[in-house]
């Protein structure tokens, strides 16, 4: 069955950068979205960014700004969230999710356009 499992969380120090990680398995992912949300203690699971089946992608305000980039690599059966300069208000668990439909150009936004999901990685900044 379809199972996404993501690394690379821990502790880190404002303006340090982590890579997290998501290996995809029980199915070929290259023509699925894949997305990265995270949840914040007390508040509600948000969209980070996504990347359609075609390389391109979609992201939220923050990582607009270029501290966030995605990127995937389907031979691997990977995406990545490649983070730099984090700050406090980037502490959450991370998740990744696979899209309920191949070849969308349009890359969803929201939990319900996704499908399967990861077991989440820690992410916590210090100040």
């Known amino acids: 069955q379809v199972q996404l499992v993501e690394s690379g969380g821990g502790l880190v120090q404002a303006g340090s950068s982590l890579r997290l990680s998501c290996v995809a398995s029980?199915?070929?992912?290259?023509?699925?979205?894949m997305g990265w949300f995270r949840q914040a203690p007390g508040k509600e699971r948000e969209f980070v960014v996504g990347?359609?089946?075609?390389?391109?992608?979609?992201y939220s305000a923050d990582s607009r700004k270029g501290r966030f980039t995605i990127s995937r690599d389907n031979a691997k059966n990977t995406v990545y969230l490649q983070m730099n300069d984090l700050n406090p208000e980037d502490t959450a668990v991370y998740y990744c999710?696979?899209?309920?439909?191949?070849?969308?150009?349009?890359?969803?936004?929201?939990?319900?356009?996704?499908?399967?999901w990861g077991q989440g990685t820690q992410v916590t900044v210090s100040s």
């Open positions: 999710a696979l899209d309920r439909f191949p070849g969308r150009s349009t890359i969803a936004t929201t939990q319900e356009g996704y499908a399967y």
């Open positions: 990347i359609n089946w075609s390389g391109g992608s979609t």
């Open positions: 029980g199915r070929s992912f290259s023509r699925y979205t």
